[in-house]
């Protein structure tokens, strides 16, 4: 018997977050002070966080358990600095069950590139060393019988960029290397397909469960938003689906 993961919506879902996101930024100049405003706050992704909700309600998560806003609810401890402040943490039964970032960049793609990856990076590493170090334990500190923590699952972690689909981020970019040459994936790649390299790979290396990347051209007018993936690895369909099927597997257990 087949199970379905994601509601029936979801590319709908999908549709309407890419909407907001364009949508925000458009407003940003009258609510935000600019479109810079609405970056800092975070406003242009809140879209994506009706997403995570509807899917967790599908798979019968309660309501309470996903935490979307507010600073305190968000923050987790982190094992090479004290704490970080995440965009979606879902606690079930006391155990931390995912975690989700979600990052845009439109505009000053080769400014942006290599801060977006050293974080997201950087982000993963943290929070899986301290979750190994039982920061995300229930019972932390306290031994069950037998000498075993509470539960040592890491939690899922999940990533999403969606960047802006324009010539600047979609041509042909050079890469130099003076001393050693530089991976052959790399040579001429666009910016969309570095992130998408990116994304492949911080799955491959099991720093994140699931990254998506996620292509729009700037909205404009009325129409329905558009939006695409550059592979099946890097498809926002993906992400959400192995997301769903953490929670399932949550309740289960």
Not at 51 to 79: K, Q
Not at 82 to 93: G, L, S, T
Not at 163 to 191: I, M
Request: net charge neutral; with cysteine.
């Amino acid at each position: 018997m087949s199970v379905q993961l994601l509601p029936d919506d979801f590319d709908i879902l999908v549709e309407q977050a890419v909407r907001v996101f364009w949508r925000s930024r458009s407003t940003g100049s009258e609510t935000q002070g600019g479109t810079r405003g609405n970056v800092i706050s975070g406003k242009n992704m809140d879209g994506f966080l009706g997403v995570v909700i509807s899917i967790a309600r599908h798979c019968g998560i309660p309501d309470e358990a996903v935490f979307t806003t507010g600073r305190t609810n968000l923050t987790l401890p982190g094992y090479y600095r004290p704490n970080k402040n995440w965009d979606v943490v879902i606690v079930h039964n006391q155990r931390l069950i995912a975690v989700l970032e979600f990052k845009s960049q439109v505009g000053s793609f080769g400014n942006n590139f290599n801060n977006r990856s050293e974080e997201v990076i950087g982000n993963a590493s943290d929070l899986l060393v301290a979750s190994k170090e039982g920061a995300y334990h229930p019972t932390r500190h306290k031994k069950h019988k037998g000498g075993e923590v509470a539960d040592p699952r890491a939690p899922f972690l999940g990533y999403l960029m969606l960047l802006e689909e324009c010539r600047d981020s979609t041509r042909p970019v050079r890469a130099d290397s003076p001393h050693y040459h530089l991976f052959p994936e790399f040579q001429g790649a666009s910016y969309a397909e570095r992130y998408k390299i990116l994304c492949e790979r911080l799955i491959e290396q099991k720093l994140y469960d699931a990254a998506s990347l996620v292509l729009s051209p700037q909205l404009g007018g009325d129409g329905p938003a558009e939006w695409k993936c550059l592979s099946p690895a890097t498809d926002v369909r993906s992400l959400f689906t192995e997301l769903a099927a953490q929670l399932l597997a949550a309740l289960q257990s």
